[in-house]
T-cell receptor, first 114, second 111 residues
Framework: EPEVTQTPSHQVTQMGQEVILRCVPISNHLYFYWYRQILGQKVEFLVSFYNNEISEKSEIFDDQFSVERPDGSNFTLKIRSTKLEDSAMYFC????????????FGSGTQLSVL | GENVEQHPSTLSVQEGDSAVIKCTYSDSASNYFPWYKQELGKRPQLIIDIRSNVGEKKDQRIAVTLNKTAKHFSLHITETQPEDSAVYFCAYAPGGFKTIFGAGTRLFVKA
């Protein structure tokens, strides 16, 4: 069964450093997303991406965040200057249809900002 | 604003009993209501979803009901088994491209 894959599984960084989280969505999916989950809390929407542009973003997704689809398979989330409160599990997801339907999540990248 | 309230936060049942989780949403324009299961340390996985033109949907031991007038939807798990133990998130799509998740219900099924 096709899966969304994410690398790395764990990322430790110093406050103020840049990090790039990588994702390979399912190949026939058209809509891509980043969500995050602080330990023990709910899953929070960050951004959605379709047709090579951001289609929607949340208040969390400020100027420190950016997304890119640099080639036909990868989808990346960059945090330019990490803060302590950025520590969370970051999930990439993809879907065939729009409206956030039937999301397939990757296994996540646990980001720890020290 | 866009919000979904989920209750209870923790639910403990005996194996074989039923479990019910309830959610209330705020955006009346919503048409899609999924439920995700997240086992410890794993990714959320879609287990069932319902659209607003349907009042109930069932898939084996799992069923979801939707009351659009009251803005309530519920997950019912019958004949619970220990492997049903997980965190369950209700969610809804308020239009656009995002999904709003509830706070989650931690279900414990005791053998």
């Amino acid at each position: 069964e096709p899966e969304v894959t994410q690398t790395p599984s764990h990322q430790v960084t110093q406050m103020g450093q840049e990090v790039i989280l990588r994702c390979v969505p399912i190949s026939n999916h058209l809509y891509f997303y980043w969500y995050r989950q602080i330990l023990g809390q709910k899953v929070e929407f960050l951004v959605s991406f379709y047709n090579n542009e951001i289609s929607e973003k949340s208040e969390i997704f400020d100027d420190q965040f950016s997304v890119e689809r640099p080639d036909g398979s990868n989808f990346t989330l960059k945090i330019r200057s990490t803060k302590l409160e950025d520590s969370a599990m970051y999930f990439c997801a993809s879907s065939v249809g729009q409206l956030g339907e039937k999301l397939f999540f990757g296994s996540g990248t646990q980001l720890s900002v020290l | 604003g866009e919000n979904v309230e989920q209750h209870p936060s923790t639910l403990s049942v005996q194996e074989g009993d039923s479990a019910v989780i309830k959610c209330t949403y705020s955006d009346s324009a919503s048409n899609y209501f999924p439920w995700y299961k997240q086992e410890l340390g794993k990714r959320p996985q879609l287990i069932i979803d319902i659209r607003s033109n349907v009042g109930e949907k069932k898939d084996q031991r799992i069923a979801v009901t939707l009351n659009k007038t009251a803005k309530h939807f519920s997950l019912h798990i019958t004949e619970t088994q220990p492997e049903d133990s997980a965190v369950y998130f209700c969610a809804y799509a308020p239009g656009g491209f995002k999904t709003i998740f509830g706070a989650g219900t931690r279900l414990f099924v005791k053998a």
